[in-house]
């Protein structure tokens, strides 16, 4: 026998009934967004690696390490998109958005490549939804951003939620924190990691998000940005956190919080679950202020806002089996013998047309295994054909929750399968 192909590690299928929480989960995003007011954007899954290079940060864990790069047949090198923020920046630019439009809020969903150590809840290929608002200064969008998606995971039941923000100041900001940074971290320069030690050099801020010393002393007696933004920046700072205040949001101040990702300007936040099915990878939620890379990517000076969601993350912490989230047929068609399956054939056709959702059996199984079927599809209601049925045209409803049965015409089926059931017996 030949070796059969195996999926690529890292990139998972996605089967039923796990699609329909997936769908459940995605709709239920798409929904608050929009109540909220973004619409939907869809950008290419491979971009040229210079918008990335340039967008994410050279010295970031995502563009050293992580991204999947390759020719294509004329040399040039593309990216499988590792993240959707630089390319919603390159589409604001490349159509003129902020031409047509002051301000523009977006939500998008889809797969990302990284290529990550793989574990629960971290994946090569993994699902983002997220938002970005353009346009904006005032800080408070991302209280508005922070506090609809605390409302988002609340109202979906997902446990233990923590809200954790920062600052982590623009590049009116940065000279006087790098120098600090740099005064505490050069010294003790030994004790760092190797790729933090050449980072020193490179971006000293990244040293802040180190993955191999998480644990490390030295990071956690860093200088914190926090007491080293401009009067602006602190300002800004408090005001989002009031905002998120007057909203009713519980949230943490995590000095050490600085995100992955280098465009970031002012407040950053995540939202984790300590839900246990999470494992380690507890953030569900990762965004922040980066309002200076629409103008460092060769578009107008344009403030900008946005997060993005984890999905296999939020399908892992959303409580419920994922066979319930799958919708239960209308009906379940059991047929006897071949007149009645063609009967069946015919009168779900129909059913369907009119809107309802409809189930058959095209083999010739029994009718215990049709039954069988109808309870594990939890069909709402069932209908056994058989010559009887044919020739008189009538056939007993039976409501499959209750047991409770009703004779009707075939002809009706559409409007008893509308009426409410029948009281039980
Ligand atoms: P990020 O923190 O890199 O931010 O990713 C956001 C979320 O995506 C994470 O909190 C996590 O839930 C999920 N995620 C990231 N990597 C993986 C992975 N390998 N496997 C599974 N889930 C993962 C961004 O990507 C920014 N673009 C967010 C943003 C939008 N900031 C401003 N606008």
């Not at 958005?97 to 809840?121: A, C, D, L, N």
């Not at 129909?350 to 083999?363: I, K, M, N, Q």
Request: aromatic content about 8%; charged content about 25%.
């Amino acid at each position: 026998m030949s070796e059969s192909v195996q999926s690529v590690r890292g990139m998972n299928d996605l089967l039923p009934p796990d699609s329909a929480k997936w769908r459940f989960f995605e709709q239920r995003c798409q929904a608050v967004f929009e109540r909220h007011g973004y619409d939907e954007i869809r950008t290419p899954v491979l971009e040229h690696t210079a918008l990335f290079a340039r967008g994410i940060g050279e010295a970031t864990d995502i563009v050293e390490k992580e991204m999947y790069t390759f020719q294509d047949r004329k040399q040039r090198s593309l990216t499988m998109r590792p993240e959707m923020t630089a390319s919603c920046v390159r589409a604001y630019i490349e159509h003129a958005i902020g031409k047509r439009e002051p301000v523009t809020r977006w939500y998008y969903s889809g797969p990302m490549f990284r290529y990550e150590r793989m574990q629960t809840g971290r994946y090569r290929q993994f699902y983002q939804i997220g938002v970005e608002c353009f346009g904006v200064a005032e800080p408070t969008v991302e209280a508005e951003q922070v506090a609809m998606l605390v409302d988002l995971y609340t109202g979906l039941g997902v446990p233990s939620l923590s809200t954790r923000v920062n600052s982590v100041g623009g590049a009116a900001d940065r000279p006087r924190y790098r120098q600090a940074l740099l005064a505490y971290l050069e010294p003790r320069a030994a004790e760092l990691c190797a790729d933090c030690q050449r980072r020193l050099a490179t971006n000293p801020l990244r040293v802040l998000d180190c993955k191999v010393d998480t644990g490390s002393p030295v990071l956690a007696g860093a200088p914190r940005v926090l007491d080293h933004l401009t009067e602006l920046s602190r300002a800004r700072f408090d005001a989002a956190c009031q905002a998120l205040t007057d909203l009713g949001v519980a949230f943490q101040i995590e000095p050490r919080l600085v995100r992955g990702l280098d465009y970031y300007t002012g407040l950053v936040f995540e939202i984790q679950s300590s839900a246990p099915a999470l494992g380690s990878q507890s953030a569900l939620v990762g965004g922040g202020r980066y309002d200076e890379l629409v103008e460092s990517m060769g578009g107008p000076p344009t403030p900008a806002v946005g997060f993005a969601l984890g999905v296999e993350r939020g399908i892992l912490a959303l409580p419920g089996a994922a066979d319930t989230f799958s919708p239960r047929p209308d009906l379940f068609l059991a047929a006897i013998g071949e007149a009645a399956r063609r009967r069946a054939l015919v009168l779900a056709h129909g059913l369907r047309g009119a809107g309802l959702r409809v189930d058959l059996e095209h083999r010739a199984v029994g009718v215990k295994a049709q039954l069988k079927r109808a309870d594990k599809l939890r069909a709402r209601a069932s209908l056994v054909l058989g010559d009887d049925e044919l020739a008189s045209g009538r056939a007993k409803l039976r409501d499959m929750t209750s047991g409770a049965e009703r004779e009707v015409a075939l002809a009706d089926l559409a409007v008893e399968l509308a009426s409410p059931p029948p009281a039980s017996p």
